[in-house]
């Protein structure tokens, strides 16, 4: 099967017992056995469900890996996926990452004696030095787009700066998705996902997913999502798989507004850069044409003139809405500085790019020219 019709149709068969073309809500706690520990697959509704089953199966199949796992956040997925990390261990991380992420591995985690290393994921050089150097790392971690900043990470290249040391090779894929990009395929180890955004995107729903490429890996995570059991109900699995089915059509759109926007305000003399990578002014806009099908919804722009600058702009703005998160089908901006990011410090975020004149944008489904308008008029203010 095409992409399109995978999303449609892979591991979604008509349900067996009634015919129904959508997947049933399972809102069942405990299931019925056949006798002591002689089952039907499914004892307890932390350890599956089968609405979730069939939404692990579908991931699974769009990101083309083994073993496919849904939770109740990304940052559960993240969570879990850090329990497979002893103490003592080290991790390599890109330096620029979703703030949560960066809270829990530098708030949390590190108290328990989890090492994390940042480096510039865009220079290699610089990635194989730290890696190559010390104790081996057990995870490699990128975000490719980043967030906020919406840098491309070399994914084949950085996989294989991993695995020379045996660490697996983690990617983010919340901002690409599996419709314009799959890092298993490109050597990465385990696709995460916050389902929240794309996968699910309608804003209606908080939800993560693992995806795995090689099944004695996932299975070690299953175990580990039992055990810590941050699960979606069958509901949000509902939900996710009724996103899943659009998701095509809706990056395509999303692509389309996101070209638009920043089409009208990268010539503004008032912006000091727009960070598309559809761009070709985009550093890294090469990389992204090889190792992506699409360039996706998301962009940030800087404005010049800070944080006096950003109130303005975002005062006007119509179309748009101020809120966190990203990849519905409605349009929303974000300033990272004092949202997304606010948990890092800000000399850090500063040196990272991530200034006070830094606005996201996540582009939804509407008219392309009424979200071009609604910048350009917002930019009038400034």
């Known amino acids: 099967m095409r992409f399109d019709t995978k999303l449609i149709h892979a591991s979604q068969p008509p349900d067996p017992l009634t015919g129904a073309v959508n997947v049933p809500i399972y809102l069942s706690s405990t299931f019925a056995q056949l006798g ?18 069939v939404l692990e199966s579908a991931l699974a199949s769009l990101e083309e890996g083994a073993v496919g796992l849904a939770f109740s956040s990304g940052l559960g997925a993240l969570t879990t996926l850090l329990e497979s990390v002893p103490s003592g261990a080290r991790v390599v991380a890109d330096t620029d990452l979703y ?8 708030h949390h985690r590190r108290m328990f004696g989890l ?12 990635v194989r030095e730290s890696v190559g150097t010390g104790p081996a790392p057990a995870v490699v971690y990128a975000e490719s787009p980043t967030n906020p900043l919406m840098r491309i990470i070399d994914l084949g290249a950085v996989a294989k700066i991993a695995h020379i040391r045996r660490a697996a090779m983690v990617v983010d894929n919340t901002f690409a998705s599996p419709a314009l990009q799959r890092p298993l395929t490109l050597g990465a180890d385990v696709v995460l996902h916050s389902t929240t955004k ?18 004695a890996r996932g ?49 503004s003399r008032k912006i000091a850069r727009v960070l598309y990578p559809g761009l070709a002014s985009h550093p890294q806009h090469a990389l992204a044409r090889r190792q992506m099908s699409g360039y996706g919804g998301m962009l940030s722009v800087e404005l010049r003139g800070g944080m006096p600058a950003v109130r303005r702009f975002l005062r006007r703005l119509r179309v748009f809405t101020l809120a966190e998160s990203l990849g519905g089908v409605e349009s929303l901006a974000d300033h990272p500085a004092s949202m997304t990011h606010a948990s890092v410090p800000k000399a850090e975020r500063e040196s990272h790019g991530i200034t006070d004149g830094l606005v996201r944008l996540s582009c939804g489904i509407e008219d392309p020219a009424d979200l071009a308008e609604d910048v350009a008029t917002a930019l009038r203010s400034v």
Do not use: K
């Not at 002591?36 to 089953?53: D, E, K, M, Q």
């Not at 994390?116 to 865009?122: A, E, G, K, L, P």
């Open 115 to 126: 090492r994390t290393d940042y480096v510039d994921f865009t220079d290699l050089a610089r």
């Open 219 to 267: 299975e070690r995570l299953r175990w580990l999502q039992n055990a810590v059991g941050a699960v979606p109900s069958p509901f949000d699995s509902f939900l996710v798989l009724r996103g899943l089915h659009t998701l095509g059509v809706r990056m395509r759109a999303h692509e389309a507004s996101a070209r638009a926007v920043a089409e009208a305000l990268e010539p």
């Open 99 to 106: 703030g949560g992420t960066w809270r829990l591995l530098e």
């Open 198 to 215: 794309y996968l699910g995107g309608h804003s209606d729903i908080i939800g993560g997913a693992l995806v795995v490429r090689r099944r």
């Open 36 to 53: 002591p520990n002689r089952n039907r697959g499914y004892v307890y509704g932390r350890s599956a469900n089968p609405t979730r089953t």
